[in-house]
Structure formats: structure tokens, C-alpha cells
């Protein structure tokens, strides 16, 4: 029974009792509301098919909390989706050889503001260029650019001005914040370290060939082209530029991080000040 058990990968104990008649079946569980939360559920993978069963518990918490019901934990969230197809395939885990120690995160905001930038093909074969800014701790997009032609470095500039005004309401930042960028030509132009300078930014950049040094914008790219750009029609390049500003906004106001305690990036800004916490 032992190598019989081993060969087929199961419990000797369950082979026990099922060669003598005596075990138990096993049966789906299942609550009494399922029926009536398997329709919201059900919207919400609808809606946003790359989502898994927490960042969907944490939409289905949302609204039911703004309905004043009691809020789900997320192993019946998972039971409810698994017993109904509705979780994602599991995705191999590629990870990089070389250590990365240091850590990006921060743990208030406007310490450490990321830049990157990255492409957007369409279906014509046309391309659309999106460069943005990311708070570090946060995760809010700051502000970001989009053009069908190169990158460079008027417009990082025009971004690093507009990211001080939105957060500071000024031209200049009262302590100085971090800018982390990769090598590329436009974030190590001596013009735009020169301006970030004079608005109280202090340049970083990765190290070279080590893009997982500003391992958050590589984070946002990927979630992004993910959530937004795959599962969205891109049949040319104005469709996409007009499309960008809702995918940005609805980044920044509903989409559930894991390191924000599966809040949005602005809902954990509206908690933090509620708080009293400093942003």
C-alpha cells in the first residue's frame, strides 16, 4: 500500500479507507449567500479579466463597505472564484541573477520620485511613447507624457516642473526629493540635471545594465501593459493617446497594491492625511 501510495502522489490513509468502504465523500462547500456574491464577482472579473482574487476581494470590500455591508475575507473570495473557473493560471516566476540589496520603497512620500519610460505598440504598427513619474511610496503616478516620437529631454524636464507644482504648489520642493532614473540619454543630459537641481530634485541613477534597480517603474510598466494596454483596443495611435488619460486615472484611483494594504494609490494619500500623517 506504502509504494502504491507513493506511485500515485497521495495519502496511504486515504487508499486505506477507501479500499475498506469506509471514507467519507467529499463535497463542494458551500455557503448560503454565494449566490448572491458570485454576480458581483463575476462583474468585477468581467471587468478587469488580469485581476486575481485579492486585488478583486479588495474592488468587492470597496463597494461593499460604500453600501455599509460587512466586508469579505479573501479565502472566500479565492473558494468562491476557484469553484467557479474564475482564477488566473499561475505564471512562472522569472527571477534575476544578480542580487539587487537595496531597497526603492519608501516610507513616506515625496523622499523618492521614479521616472521610466516605455512603448506602446498598435495594431498599425505605429508606436506611442509614454514616459511618467511614480512617488515611491505612494505608487501614485505624478504626472506622465506621451508622444508618437522619441523620448528626450524637454519632455522630463516639462515633467519634473509639473510634478513639484502638483505636489508642492510650488516651483521648487521644500526638502529635497530623490529623482531615480535609469542612464538613458535624456535623464543624464547636463541640461535636465541642471534643471532638476534648481527645482530641489537630487539626481540617482541605476546602476548600468541593472534596470532592476528602479525596480518600481519596472513594476508599474509591466502592470500596466497588463491591466491597461493588452486588454484594450490599440487599432492606432490616436486611440491609444486618447485612451491614456482614463487608464492613468483609473491607475491611480482604483487600482489595489498589495504593498498599500490593497488600497489605491490616492485612497492611501486620503488615508495618510486623514491620519495626520505628513505627504
Known amino acids: 500500500m506504502k509504494t502504491v501510495a507513493q506511485t500515485l502522489n497521495v495519502s496511504r490513509s486515504n487508499l486505506t479507507l477507501r479500499q475498506k468502504g469506509s471514507g467519507k465523500e467529499r463535497k463542494t462547500y458551500v455557503k448560503a449567500d454565494d449566490a448572491m456574491l458570485l454576480p458581483a464577482v463575476r462583474a ?4 478587469r479579466p488580469t485581476y486575481g482574487y485579492r486585488r478583486v476581494g479588495a474592488l468587492l470590500n470597496r463597494q461593499r463597505r ?3 455591508l460587512p466586508l469579505l475575507n479573501h479565502k472566500k473570495v479565492y473558494r ?5 473557473g474564475l482564477l488566473l493560471a499561475r505564471q512562472p516566476q522569472k527571477r534575476s541573477e544578480r542580487p539587487h540589496n537595496g531597497k526603492v520603497i519608501t516610507l513616506r512620500s515625496n523622499l523618492r520620485w521614479a521616472s521610466d519610460g516605455f512603448e506602446i505598440p498598435c495594431w498599425n504598427r505605429a508606436v506611442v511613447r509614454v514616459t511618467f513619474v511614480i512617488d ?3 505608487r501614485e503616478i505624478i504626472a506622465w507624457g506621451a508622444t508618437t516620437g522619441g523620448f528626450d529631454g524637454e519632455t522630463v524636464r516639462d515633467l519634473m516642473l509639473l510634478c513639484v ?11 529635497a526629493v530623490e529623482w531615480l532614473t535609469d542612464n538613458g540619454s535624456c535623464y543624464t543630459a547636463r541640461e535636465t540635471i541642471a534643471f532638476g537641481q534648481s527645482l530641489g530634485l537630487v539626481p540617482c541613477f541605476t546602476p548600468v545594465r541593472s534596470p532592476q534597480s528602479n525596480g518600481m517603474a519596472e513594476s508599474f510598466v509591466k502592470t500596466f501593459k497588463r491591466d491597461y494596454v493588452y486588454v484594450h483596443d490599440r487599432p492606432d495611435a490616436a486611440t ?5 488619460d482614463r487608464w492613468f486615472d483609473d491607475y491611480n484611483e482604483s487600482h489595489p497594491h498589495k504593498g498599500l494594504k490593497m488600497k489605491s494609490p490616492r485612497e492611501f494619500i486620503r488615508a495618510q492625511l486623514a491620519a495626520g500623517c505628513p505627504i
Open 66 to 68: 460604500t453600501q455599509g
Open 44 to 47: 468585477i472579473v468581467d471587468e
Open 136 to 138: 515611491t511610496c505612494d
Open 80 to 84: 468562491l472564484m476557484s469553484q467557479n
Open 165 to 175: 507644482e502638483r505636489r508642492f504648489d510650488s516651483h521648487r520642493t521644500p526638502p
Open 240 to 244: 491609444v493617446l486618447a485612451q491614456l
